[in-house]
Every structure is written in structure tokens, then in C-alpha cells.
């Protein structure tokens, strides 16, 4: 029995698996706001509650950096976790710790039908690497090498690189976003918050009118990214600034992505995982995030030829971990 875990910043799905379900059929699954919690300890105590199992191990992928698999910073939330006061904790020897967005990378070969769409069908390379772009509460990525018909996951912390802008209207962003951070990361500007970010610039440089009943929305929502992909998609009610904000986004993400498919060479593909991807409609994925992505000069033609998905199913991170556990119970 193996209790699995996918940590955001913003939620948590914890479950039970055994080896006889599967990573695909947990015997209990519960969702949390993560916030709500001092710690992951908390949290299983309360998941925890009234079960009768013997777990043999655990497996967590965390949104923050991991180091040497038993130490984490969670980096949305105030937590620190490590595998061993979660041995203590859950009287276990085994206990296993992961970037969420590498726990979604071991989910791909398990990917099939409903769980992705395609947006590009390019042409893989059978035995080339494949990457994980991932934006969501933060900017995660990970990536894929095939060896002796095995695969093997790679931690990055790329999403916390510099932010790189392509044109005139990115140069004006990274001066806006230099005005509030030491440091723009590509994070800062492509993920939930970054999409506020990307909102409020637009609207202070004049590109559009800001409508009020938005202005209102938005100061009572806790959630300015997918208030923001609403509104802009929404038919009654449009709103043209939510629209140029989700545009250049995606122009953004397009970017960034092509950037990490160069860096990790990735002809078997890029994964766009997350939370964000799944929310937008192709058309504006061929229209902004594919422009930007094979707009490399002597490398367009090799980008034009990689694969892209979009990873539907949400429960991938979750997925991943509990494969990677039971594969080593």
C-alpha cells in the first residue's frame, strides 16, 4: 500500500494506492486547499483519519526544488518538508519526495486518449527526449531520456531562469515587472500571478480600456489567471484587455517553450502540463503559442517538427508519483 501525494501551491491530492489498482484506480482520494494547512503533516492527519491501512511507502511530488530526494521548500507556501520526519511520521522506511512537475513526467508513457490533445503533431523522434513546460500556480519544468527501454525523469528549475523578451511589447513588460521584482524569471510573467502581472501592465500602458464590471471581478477574486482566461473567452461578455492579456501569454509560453525544446533537445516532444493549458482553446494555440515556438531562426524548421500536447487529465502529478512508488515497492 502506498500513499501518494501531488503538493501545490494553491491545492493537494492525496491517495491511497495499492498494486493490484493500479496508479490509475486509488483507493481513496481526497483534494485540499493547500493554504488551509501549517504543513503536509496536518494534511495526511486529517486524510489519515479513520483508515485502517498499512502503508509499505509514500511518494510526494512538491512544487519547489528537491534536494537530493529528501528535503523540500514548497516555493508558494510556507512550508518545509522532509523525508525523514515523514518516516517518523508515518512509521515507514521508504519515502520518496519529488518535483511535482518531474512527478508528472513519469505520468506521460501512462498518457493515452482523453488525457491529451494534440496541438501539433510534428514528427517524434522514437527514441528523443521529450519535455514537461508546465504553468499553473507557478512555472514548472522537467524532462524525459529513454535508456534500455526504461525512462528516466530530469528535475529543472528552467521556469526560474530570466524571462527573455522577443519584441517591443516584451521589452516594456520586463521593465514594468523590473520595477517589482529584483529578479523577472520567466515565472513572473507566465503563470496564474504572472497573468495579473501581464493584465495590469497592459491596462497601465493604455492598450485597452479597462471595463468596470472586470475592475470588480477582479479585485474579489482569489484566482486572477482563471478569471482572466474566462473573461476573455467569454461570448456575453468579452473582455478585449483579458483577451490581449491571455495573448500575450501564450506568445510568452510559445517562446519559452521553444527556449526549453532547444536547451533539452526535445524531438520526442513537449508536454504543456499544469494547470493553464488545458483552459485554452486550440485556435489560439496555432494562432499565438505555436508563432512564437518555431520562431528560432536557423532552428524553425527542427522546431516546426516537434510534437506538442496539452495534458488533460488532472491528476497527471498525482498519477506519476503513485507509478513511480509502486514500481519501487
Known sequence: MLIAGDIGGTKTILGIFSKEGGSRKPLREEHYSSNRYEGLEPMIHEFMSGLDVCLDGAVFGIAGPVRGGAFVEVTNLPWTVTADSLKKYLSIESVLLLNDVQAMAYSIPLLAGDDLRTIEEGDPHASGVTGVVAPGTGLGEAY???????????????????????????IQLLQFAGKRFEHVSCERVCSGGGMRLLYEFLRDIGYAEEPRWFQQEMAETDDAG??????????SRPCFLCR??????????????????????????????????????????????????????????LLRKIPV?????????????????????
Do not use: W
Open 226 to 235: 482563471a478569471l482572466i482566461i474566462r473573461s476573455a473567452l467569454g461570448e
Open 244 to 301: 490581449a492579456t491571455l495573448k500575450l501569454f501564450l506568445s510568452i509560453l510559445g517562446a519559452e517553450a521553444g527556449n526549453f525544446a532547444l536547451k533539452v533537445f526535445a524531438l520526442g516532444g513537449i508536454y504543456l502540463g499544469g494547470g493553464i493549458p488545458p483552459l485554452i482553446p486550440d485556435e489560439l494555440y496555432r494562432e499565438c503559442f505555436l508563432k512564437t515556438f518555431t520562431a528560432k531562426g536557423r532552428f524553425t524548421g
Open 309 to 329: 500536447k496539452v495534458i488533460m487529465n488532472r491528476k497527471a502529478v498525482l498519477m506519476g508519483a503513485a507509478a513511480l512508488g509502486l514500481e519501487k515497492l
Open 144 to 170: 524525459l531520456t529513454e535508456r534500455n527501454d526504461r525512462y528516466h525523469v530530469h528535475a529543472s528549475e528552467g521556469g526560474h531562469a530570466d524571462f527573455a523578451p522577443i519584441d517591443d511589447i516584451q
